[in-house]
């Protein structure tokens, strides 16, 4: 499958995410987050479930919060909304208009493949949270 992030960008997330955590809130301790991705990373809670990226329900186990993820990589891609540096210096837009993050099917495509196989290398045994909500309320519109 063709890929959509170069090698470098590829780089730049791996060692945004395996670095000390920058978004994470001044409530937590930073200590109990070593890395990064271990900000978006949650237990599920007994008695609840996730839907994952295959669309299959996950009642126990941990989980990264794919769609969030994914919905700010394509912000700092596309209409070069970083708040976070995952690509450089930390770039923040007063306003992004989700009408402007626009990809093709097969660029969206290829991006979620491209992403999850930085976070497999990374930790093969998280679950990827498909967030339906967070995907229409922030993610991009993927057209022909």
């Not at 001044?26 to 990373?41: H, Y």
């Not at 996730?50 to 990264?64: A, D, K, L």
Request: glycine content about 6%.
């Amino acid at each position: 499958m063709p890929k959509f992030l170069t090698p470098i960008q590829e780089a730049k997330l791996r060692e945004y995410l395996l670095g000390p955590p920058v978004s994470l809130s001044s409530s937590f301790d930073p200590s109990d987050f070593p890395r990064e991705m271990d900000v978006e990373i949650y237990e599920i809670e007994s008695g609840a479930s996730i839907i994952n990226w295959e669309q299959h329900q996950v009642n126990s186990g941990r989980f990264f919060r794919f769609t969030h993820f994914l919905n700010r990589v394509i912000a700092a891609l596309v209409v070069g909304h970083d708040r976070y540096g995952m690509f450089g210096e930390p770039k923040t837009l007063t306003r992004v208009d989700p009408n402007d993050l626009r990809l093709t099917k097969t660029e969206y495509n290829n991006l979620v493949c491209d992403l999850r196989e930085i976070l497999q290398s990374i930790d093969s045994e998280l679950e990827h949270q498909y967030d339906s909500l967070e995907f229409l309320q922030h993610g991009p519109v993927v057209g022909p």
